[in-house]
Nanobody, 120 residues
Framework: QVQLVESGGGLVQAGGSLRLSCAAS????????MGWYRQAPGKQRELVAT???????NYADSVKGRFTISRDNVKNTVDLQMNSLQPEDTAVYYC??????????????WGQGTQVTVSS
C-alpha cells in the first residue's frame, strides 16, 4: 500500500507566497512522475506542475514563472513553491504520484488535498 501526505497551504494575501509539501510512504520500487493538481469550486481538477525522477518539469501556463516544483528522490518528497499568488490560485491542491510496485504494477495515488486561499 502506498500513501501521499500533504502539508502546507493556508490563507495568504495576493502577492504572497506559500509552500506545499508532499511525502510518499509505503512499499514501492519507484515513483514517476510526482506532481500537483488543483480544483477550484465548480471547476474540474487541473494540472499545476509535474516533475519526473530525472528532474524534468512541466507547468500549467497559468503558473509558469510563479510556481516551482521540486522533488527529493531520497526522501520521496515533492514540494511546490508558490510565489506571486493571485485570487484565481484559490483551490484545493492535490499531490499526485505514480508508483511502481511489486509485480510490475503501476499505482496512481492522490493525496487528501490541502486548501490554498488567496485573498485580494
Amino acid at each position: 500500500q502506498v500513501q501521499l501526505v500533504e502539508s502546507g497551504g493556508g490563507l495568504v494575501q495576493a502577492g504572497g507566497s506559500l509552500r506545499l509539501s508532499c511525502a510518499a510512504s509505503g512499499t514501492f520500487i519507484s515513483i514517476n512522475p510526482m506532481g500537483w493538481y488543483r480544483q477550484a469550486p465548480g471547476k474540474q481538477r487541473e494540472l499545476v506542475a509535474t516533475i519526473s525522477s530525472d528532474g524534468s518539469t512541466n507547468y500549467a501556463d497559468s503558473v509558469k514563472g510563479r510556481f516551482t516544483i521540486s522533488r527529493d528522490n531520497v526522501k520521496n518528497t515533492v514540494d511546490l513553491q508558490m510565489n506571486s499568488l493571485q485570487p484565481e490560485d484559490t483551490a484545493v491542491y492535490y499531490c499526485n504520484a505514480v508508483f511502481l510496485v511489486r509485480g510490475g504494477r503501476w499505482v496512481h495515488q492522490w493525496g487528501q488535498g490541502t486548501q490554498v486561499t488567496v485573498s485580494s
